[in-house]
């Protein structure tokens, strides 16, 4: 399909001033749901208010952001939108309010851009996302932080860049907290990032973000064993002969060279990270798609 009709609804929060109209969500809600204490509950959660810089607003439109029920009032409001485009026989995905539209040229992609804009905006009173909303090709275009190139998935560049951003605090030597601390809150960021990024088919840069995040970890080593006699010591102990211990003792470089010498890198090997608390991307990537 050489196009690619991406759109996104602005669903209101009480944060982003956008304006779901209560009577409307209600009035779909009520077609499934004949509990006049359930309707009444849900008219409350709605109109409960919203505490900003301590004082306490009315809400008379949009969903609260951020809470467990506006989830499943989203795909209340929008399960009209997937009907009609079920019904004009359009190939689409959506989550939430991000959504996509598959047509098969720029023309196609104009044309049903304007025609759900005007479904959206005067039958379901919803505003659509200008600055995010466009009809590019599949290969140009993001959805949930994906792209598509070719038949594969990758997770899109800037997700990847905070993803480094995010290693490089966790990682740092200013961040005087125990190894143990460290690697625990290290693994947990990991874990969840790989656990949404998974799916990426992108298998390249792993390796070698691996590589990088365990040198970043033998630096923290290094930074707590910054006295010679404590840093020859714990070299020793983790199986390094002692003229190269000393050497590394000795040494006047930086925690980041030193991290890349052998010495450092056979007594803080992978399998000895790995036994205090490390998490291999590469490890969660692989046993994701090649399980068996």
């Not at 399998?271 to 994701?288: C, E, H, M, P, T």
């Amino acid at each position: 399909m050489a196009g690619f009709c991406s759109c996104k609804t602005r669903l209101p929060t009480f944060h982003g001033g956008h304006t779901v109209n209560h009577d409307v969500l209600m009035s779909r809600v009520s077609r499934k749901i004949r509990d006049k204490r359930l309707l009444k509950l849900i008219g409350r959660y709605l109109r409960s208010g919203v505490m900003i810089e301590g004082n306490v607003y009315p809400t008379r439109v949009g969903m609260p952001q951020g809470g467990p029920l506006s989830p499943l009032l989203s795909n209340v409001v929008l399960d009209e939108l997937d009907k009609e485009l079920e019904y004009r026989g359009h190939c689409f995905a959506r989550y939430c309010d991000d959504f996509v539209i598959l047509v098969k040229s720029q023309r196609a992609g104009d044309r049903v851009m304007h025609s759900i804009t005007q479904f959206i905006e005067r039958k379901l009173k919803l505003k659509i996302n200008s600055r995010k909303s466009k009809v590019v090709k599949a290969t140009e275009s993001e959805f949930l932080s994906f792209t598509f190139t070719g038949k594969k998935v990758r997770w899109a560049q800037k997700c990847l860049d905070r993803f480094k951003y995010r290693i490089l605090k966790l990682t740092s030597r200013r961040w005087g907290v125990s190894m143990q601390h460290r690697l625990r809150k290290l693994a947990q960021y990991i874990r969840g990032w790989m656990g949404y990024f998974r799916l990426s088919e992108y298998y390249r840069p792993i390796p070698l973000l691996d590589q990088w995040i365990r040198r970043r970890i033998r630096c923290c080593f290094l930074k707590q064993w910054r006295k010679p006699k404590t840093r020859f010591k714990n070299l020793v102990r983790l199986g390094v002969d002692k003229v190269n211990a000393a050497k590394i003792a000795a040494s006047s470089k930086g925690y980041y060279r030193l991290s890349k010498t052998y010495a450092v890198q056979q007594a803080l090997n992978n399998n000895y990270l790995a036994k205090i608390g490390f998490v291999s991307l590469k490890d969660l990537w692989i046993r994701f798609h090649h399980h068996r």
